[in-house]
């Protein structure tokens, strides 16, 4: 099957950004070690200067992958004619996504604890206790029955996630049937509830970024025009960023820029580097929490300065080090346990 290579950089830039907005966990008031507030001294982040719109809006990457998470699944699911079972469905979702959860949940618990062992506090996350632990050990810590963001905080997109999974798999056949059609009528329904003020859960907003990336999985294959796709999607951007921010248009549009540039990926050594970018995602995604929680434990157990989250080396350590753990994890935990699991769980 056909691999968007620009797809998956798209995705690690989306990793990237939330990681960036993330930072400011390494100060007040995330972190009750700190001595700084991160929002009386962000301009003094590393590279704020260039870094600013990351730091400060860096959580749209989170929109921007619910839209790539949509064109993913329309390129897998949509493109192929055999009939996709509910089983072989709902085991490859979890077999991608619940062995990294499990184990950075059971981490996160035991760093959270041993924050308030010793600092009479948990950092970071603040809701750790055994209702949200249930939850969050279902997959289920962001539908509705949470009193907030809990244990491994992002874990809460990909539960989201989980629920539109459903309501795609339902509606695979009629999506394959109908097509283009029933995506634009879908995504007309998802934008007019909003509009409306009729709900504005985050189910719904997931629900309409990730039918947009469907959409335009369907605009890049049926219209090969790379040229005039690329000039259609930097108009839509320039006009989603004019005014007021409108997430609904940039990020659809964003990812159309990223599939229509494909036909240009011509090196084979790129494409292999983007492939690797793309397998770094969900790892650093899941894994930044519990290092930034180790992180803090260290600093604050041998009485190092709080002053050391805003130097330029600790910086690039920090993403070193993320990199290192996210290419590591994929490769020997991940990778592996995806693959043991899917063909243990089909055989039986």
Same mark, same amino acid.
């Given at each position: 099957?056909?691999r968007?290579f620009g797809? =998956?950089?798209?995705?690690?830039?989306?990793?990237? !950004?939330?990681l960036?907005?993330?930072?400011? +966990?390494?100060?007040?008031?995330?972190?009750?070690?700190? /001595?700084?507030?991160?929002?009386?001294?962000?301009?003094?982040?590393?590279?704020?200067s260039?870094?600013?719109v990351?730091?400060?809006?860096? #959580?749209?990457?989170?929109?921007v992958?619910?839209? $790539? !998470?949509?064109?993913?699944?329309? +390129?897998?699911y949509?493109?192929?004619?055999?009939?996709? %079972?509910?089983?072989?469905?709902? *085991?490859n979702?979890?077999?991608?996504?619940?062995?990294?959860h499990?184990? %950075?949940?059971?981490?996160?618990?035991l760093?959270q604890?041993?924050?308030? /062992?010793t600092?009479?506090?948990?950092?970071?996350?603040?809701?750790?206790?055994?209702?949200?632990?249930i939850?969050?050990?279902?997959?289920?810590?962001?539908?509705?029955?949470e009193?907030g +963001?809990?244990f491994n905080?992002?874990?809460w997109?990909?539960s989201?996630e989980v /629920?539109?999974? #459903?309501l795609?798999?339902?509606?695979?056949?009629?999506?394959?049937k #109908?097509k283009?059609? *029933?995506?634009?009528?879908?995504?007309?329904?998802?934008?007019?509830?909003?509009?409306?003020?009729?709900?504005?859960?985050?189910? *719904? =907003? &997931?629900?309409?970024?990730?039918?947009?990336?469907? *959409?335009?999985?369907?605009?890049? !294959?049926?219209f090969? @025009?790379?040229?005039?796709l690329?000039?259609?999607?930097?108009?839509?951007i320039?006009?989603?960023?004019?005014?007021?921010f409108?997430? +609904?248009?940039? &990020?659809?549009?964003?990812?159309l820029?990223?599939?229509s &540039?494909? =036909?240009?990926?011509k090196?084979?050594k790129?494409?292999?580097?983007?492939?690797m !970018?793309?397998?770094?995602?969900?790892?650093?995604?899941?894994?930044?929490?519990?290092?930034?929680?180790l992180?803090?434990? $260290?600093? @604050?157990?041998?009485?190092?300065s709080?002053?050391?989250?805003?130097?330029?080396?600790? #910086?690039?350590?920090?993403?070193g080090?993320?990199?290192?753990?996210?290419?590591? &994890?994929?490769?020997?935990?991940? @990778?592996?346990?995806?693959?043991?699991?899917?063909?243990?769980?089909?055989?039986?």
């Amino acid at each position: 099957m056909k691999r968007y290579f620009g797809i =998956e950089f798209l995705r690690l830039l989306t990793s990237v !950004s939330v990681l960036l907005y993330h930072y400011r +966990h390494f100060f007040g008031p995330y972190n009750s070690y700190s /001595a700084s507030n991160f929002f009386d001294d962000k301009t003094e982040l590393p590279f704020f200067s260039f870094l600013e719109v990351f730091y400060v809006n860096g #959580f749209y990457g989170v929109h921007v992958f619910y839209a $790539i !998470s949509g064109f993913v699944f329309a +390129h897998v699911y949509l493109s192929i004619d055999r009939k996709i %079972t509910s089983k072989e469905f709902f *085991l490859n979702r979890f077999a991608r996504l619940y062995p990294l959860h499990f184990a %950075t949940l059971i981490i996160v618990a035991l760093l959270q604890f041993l924050h308030l /062992a010793t600092a009479n506090s948990f950092q970071i996350i603040m809701i750790n206790d055994v209702y949200h632990f249930i939850l969050n050990l279902f997959f289920i810590s962001s539908w509705g029955f949470e009193n907030g +963001h809990s244990f491994n905080g992002p874990i809460w997109s990909v539960s989201i996630e989980v /629920a539109i999974y #459903f309501l795609f798999f339902l509606l695979i056949i009629y999506l394959r049937k #109908f097509k283009l059609s *029933l995506v634009i009528l879908l995504s007309i329904i998802f934008l007019s509830i909003n509009k409306l003020n009729l709900n504005d859960s985050l189910f *719904l =907003e &997931c629900a309409r970024l990730f039918f947009s990336g469907v *959409l335009v999985y369907q605009i890049v !294959s049926r219209f090969k @025009n790379i040229y005039a796709l690329s000039i259609v999607s930097l108009i839509l951007i320039a006009i989603s960023l004019i005014g007021n921010f409108k997430t +609904h248009l940039f &990020c659809p549009s964003l990812l159309l820029l990223f599939a229509s &540039c494909e =036909e240009l990926i011509k090196n084979d050594k790129i494409k292999t580097l983007f492939k690797m !970018s793309g397998n770094l995602t969900y790892a650093l995604y899941l894994l930044h929490i519990p290092t930034q929680l180790l992180i803090l434990f $260290i600093v @604050n157990s041998f009485n190092f300065s709080t002053s050391v989250y805003l130097e330029t080396y600790f #910086f690039f350590i920090f993403f070193g080090v993320m990199a290192f753990l996210a290419h590591f &994890c994929f490769k020997f935990y991940e @990778n592996p346990l995806n693959k043991k699991i899917r063909n243990f769980l089909m055989k039986n």
